[in-house]
């Protein structure tokens, strides 16, 4: 079974740019491109994967666009576009030319108003997706799901998916509020998330495997195998685990489902999700 990586990511190391790689990450602090990832696909048994923006800019939908073009197992582009603009319509209408462009995301998990996602001119831009065929990626951090139900529900037809799991303090086994508050979400049909974004959320050093189960427990309790899908967070998950250590949890703990849920999961999902069009 080939598989598809549903969130990865390219870059041009640029200090400012990438100013969020600190000190402790340093081993992240350089380019990652395509070829770089297509050796450790393969190697993994991957066929493609999604690509997802890092910087929000325009300037990232170029080179991410580029890249995709250049590169035929990058199945997908999420991007990024000013949401709040009053010109969002004409540059979603602009992105429209790219089959690989599939989808958009802002980095809520940034911003100091805690519920941004709920600002009338970003639920306006929101509103606009669908018209296009686009889905959009939630990043956001545990504190903001309590915004996430709200958010969705007034948007029943477009695609969503939670990228990382929402980030749960794994690495102080916090779970009961996290749990509480996105086991809410799986009554949304419309919803998907992303297994993706542990390594990084756990202790760099010390995680066990084992750490991330009760996590995939609830996740697959709240979404079910129809609307999960793997993602790597490569190359930022080296800082905390390789690819290989990455793939090898999910793989383990999915080891005991049917082969048919394992490839929902690996593939189909993500293939649909992102309207990518099969072989």
């Given at each position: ?31 990652f ?13 991957f066929d ?6 890092s ?10 666009l ?15 576009v ?17 089959e ?41 951090f545990?504190d ?8 969705v ?41 992303k ?14 495997p ?9 996740v ?8 999960l ?51």
């Amino acid at each position: 079974m080939l598989k598809i990586d549903s969130h990865q990511h390219f870059w041009k190391y640029d200090p400012v740019e990438y100013d969020w790689i600190d000190d402790d990450m340093a081993v992240i602090r350089q380019d990652f491109m395509p070829v770089d990832l297509e050796p450790v696909l393969k190697t993994n048994g991957f066929d493609g994967c999604i690509t997802v923006q890092s910087d929000q800019s325009e300037k990232e939908n170029d080179f991410q666009l580029n890249n995709a073009k250049n590169n035929s197992f990058i199945k997908g582009v999420i991007g990024w576009v000013d949401l709040q603009s009053e010109r969002v319509e004409e540059r979603l209408g602009h992105y429209h030319q790219f089959e690989k462009m599939k989808g958009f995301r802002h980095i809520l998990q940034g911003e100091l108003q805690r519920d941004f996602m709920l600002r009338p001119y970003f639920l306006n831009g929101i509103s606009l997706l669908k018209k296009y065929g686009y889905t959009y990626d939630v990043l956001i951090f545990p504190d903001q799901l309590n915004y996430v139900a709200d958010f969705v529900s007034r948007f029943p037809n477009q695609p969503f998916v939670i990228d990382h799991i929402a980030k749960p303090g794994i690495k102080n086994n916090e779970i009961n509020t996290w749990k509480k508050n996105i086991s809410a979400l799986g009554k949304f049909e419309n919803v998907f998330c992303k297994v993706s974004g542990m390594v990084t959320e756990a202790n760099w050093k010390t995680w066990k495997p084992t750490d991330f189960y009760p996590y995939i427990d609830v996740v697959v309790e709240t979404f079910g195998m129809d609307r999960l899908m793997f993602g790597s967070d490569w190359p930022v998950c080296n800082v905390a685990a390789n690819y290989k250590q990455v793939v090898t949890i999910t793989e383990n703990y999915f080891a005991t489902f049917s082969k048919n849920e394992q490839q929902k999961f690996f593939r189909e999902n993500a293939l649909r999700f992102y309207n990518i069009p099969t072989p």
